[in-house]
Nanobody, 123 residues
Framework: QVQLVESGGGLVQAGGSLRLSCAAS????????MGWFRQAPGKEREFVAS????????NYADSVKGRFTISRENAKNTVYLQMNNLKPEDTAVYYC????????????????WGQGTQVTVSS
C-alpha cells in the first residue's frame, strides 16, 4: 500500500511559479514511476508529467513542456513538480499518482492517488 500526500499548491499571478511536492509512504520508492495529473473545473482529469522509476526519464503533456519540470528525490521518498510561467489555464487540482512497482507509465487507471492540491493562477 502506498500513500501519497501533496503540498505546495496555492494562489499565484500569471507568470509566477510554484513547486508542488508529493511525499510517498512505504519503502522502495525508487521502484515506482511517479506522475502528476490535474483536473480543472468542468474538465476531465488530464496527464501533466511523469518520471520513470529506472533512469529517471521524464514525459510531459504538450501544454506544459518547457514550463514544468518533474523531478524526484528517492532518499526523501518525494517527487516534485516545478511550475514556471504559470497561466490561468493551469488552474486545477493537481494529483500525485503512482502504480505498482516497476511499471513504466502512469495513467488514469493508476492504482494510487493523492488527495490533490489546488493551484489557482490569476490573470
Amino acid at each position: 500500500q502506498v500513500q501519497l500526500v501533496e503540498s505546495g499548491g496555492g494562489l499565484v499571478q500569471a507568470g509566477g511559479s510554484l513547486r508542488l511536492s508529493c511525499a510517498a509512504s512505504g519503502r522502495a520508492f525508487s521502484r515506482y514511476t511517479m506522475g502528476w495529473f490535474r483536473q480543472a473545473p468542468g474538465k476531465e482529469r488530464e496527464f501533466v508529467a511523469s518520471i520513470i522509476w529506472s533512469g529517471g526519464g521524464t514525459n510531459y503533456a504538450d501544454s506544459v513542456k518547457g514550463r514544468f519540470t518533474i523531478s524526484r528525490e528517492n532518499a526523501k521518498n518525494t517527487v516534485y513538480l516545478q511550475m514556471n510561467n504559470l497561466k490561468p489555464e493551469d488552474t486545477a487540482v493537481y494529483y500525485c499518482v503512482t502504480d505498482n512497482p516497476y511499471v513504466s507509465t502512469v495513467s488514469l487507471r493508476a492504482k494510487y492517488w493523492g488527495q490533490g492540491t489546488q493551484v489557482t493562477v490569476s490573470s
